[in-house]
């Protein structure tokens, strides 16, 4: 059983930064891959970034791509995803989640966090 919880939202101008994190519990975190999603409201959860168990391997959705960095430290169980020059469309609710690969589909997640809120005001 793993529980996840984010932080680090809030509201910033454009062109500004935030740091998400997601803390887990659990001593076996760093046998999931871990994805952040994001979800506006009237639109589907999207995959935003992901890592796999040993952070060998990140991928990321185009639109944050040299904007976004997703990292993990498995020894304080957190992944952190670091974003940059951040714009008015990058505004939504962002989720961790972990799963056994890094997939872009939300039901391939078995562990979610509660959210927290992204607003990015122009």
């Known amino acids: 059983q793993v529980q996840l919880v984010e932080s680090g939202g809030g509201l910033v101008q454009a062109g500004g930064s935030l740091r998400l994190s997601c803390a887990a519990s659990?001593?076996?975190?760093?046998?999931?891959?871990v994805g952040w999603f994001r979800q506006a409201p009237g639109k589907e959860r999207e995959f935003v970034a992901g890592i796999t168990r040993t952070a060998g391997n990140t991928s990321y959705l185009d639109s944050v791509k040299g904007r976004f960095t997703i990292s993990r430290d498995n020894a304080k169980n957190t992944v952190t995803l670091q974003m940059n020059s951040l714009k008015p469309e990058d505004t939504a609710v962002y989720y961790c989640?972990?799963?056994?690969?890094?997939?872009?589909?939300?039901?391939?997640?078995?562990?979610w966090g509660q959210g927290t809120q992204v607003k990015v005001t122009a």
């Open positions: 989640a972990a799963g056994w690969a890094v997939f872009t589909t939300p039901a391939d997640y078995r562990y």
């Open positions: 659990g001593r076996t975190f760093s046998t999931y891959a």
